[in-house]
């Protein structure tokens, strides 16, 4: 079975600043999805960004990337020009790429505060 | 209203009572989830569903039991309720054309179990 870790509870950073959220996996599959979900105090889950494990290329979605290191197993989320709006819980999560009934393993989760 | 929503979304109940939280999506996704969320877990598999009439087990099944007699709807019961299931429920869908199957989330049920 796949685990997913987080290993930074809490982070605050101040408002503007450039702020990276750590994420490892462990899985014996090579083909699988990797996800970042934002879960802000409205508790919705948003997808901020998705990576495939058989492209080499980061994936970007405007102020956030992803720092995707396959062998490594590591899988980190840089977010830049922070903004109040992203205080949120952030959670990593995995996926094998097989049939679509596979569900998804999280991460435990890092809150991420953004200081004004 | 389109998406996927849940009912209720808030629900306090007793030890020993049964309760069905309810799911449904407007896009016929095929497949459906429910997760569970507790302090300190993240977010665990409950049950899945591939289609109408296809469901399997995750990995925090016990207790819980589903069903899946509709594509749209996908119900989660806790036939007899316990402390340890106070949690926010998470209901989900996708879909094959959804890039990496992409899970589109409801916006939960808090169940307080006393």
């Known amino acids: 079975a796949q685990t997913v870790t987080q290993s930074q509870p809490e982070m605050s950073v101040q408002e503007a600043e450039t702020v990276t959220l750590s994420c490892t996996y462990d899985?014996?599959?090579?083909?699988?999805?990797l996800f970042w979900y934002k879960q802000p105090p409205s508790r919705q889950m948003i997808l901020v960004i998705r990576?495939?494990?058989?492209?080499?290329q980061n994936a970007t979605e405007n102020r956030f990337s992803v720092n995707f290191q396959k062998a490594a197993k590591s899988f980190s989320l840089k977010i830049s020009d922070s903004q109040l709006g992203d205080t949120a819980m952030y959670f990593c999560?995995?996926?094998?790429?097989?049939?679509?009934?596979?569900?998804?393993?999280f991460g435990k989760g890092t809150h991420l505060i953004i200081q004004p | 209203d389109a998406g996927i929503t849940q009912s209720p979304r808030y629900k306090i109940t007793e030890t020993g009572r049964q309760v069905t939280l309810m799911c449904h999506q407007t896009?016929?996704?095929?497949?459906m989830f429910w997760y569970r969320q507790d302090l300190g877990h993240g977010l665990r598999l409950i049950y899945y569903?591939?289609?109408?009439?296809?469901?399997d087990k995750g990995e925090v099944p016990d207790g819980y039991v589903v069903s899946r007699s509709k594509t749209e709807n996908f119900p989660l019961t806790l036939e007899s309720a316990t402390r340890s299931q106070t949690s926010v429920y998470f209901c989900?869908?996708?879909?094959?054309?959804?890039?990496?199957?992409?899970?589109?989330f409801g916006p939960g049920t808090r169940l307080t179990v006393t």
């Open positions: 569903s591939a289609a109408a009439d296809i469901t």
């Open positions: 899985t014996s599959e090579n083909n699988y999805y």
């Open positions: 990576q495939e494990a058989y492209k080499q």
């Open positions: 989900a869908s996708s879909e094959q054309a959804l890039l990496g199957y992409e899970q589109y």
């Open positions: 896009w016929s996704h095929s497949y």
């Open positions: 999560a995995f996926r094998y790429s097989g049939g679509g009934a596979d569900g998804l393993t």
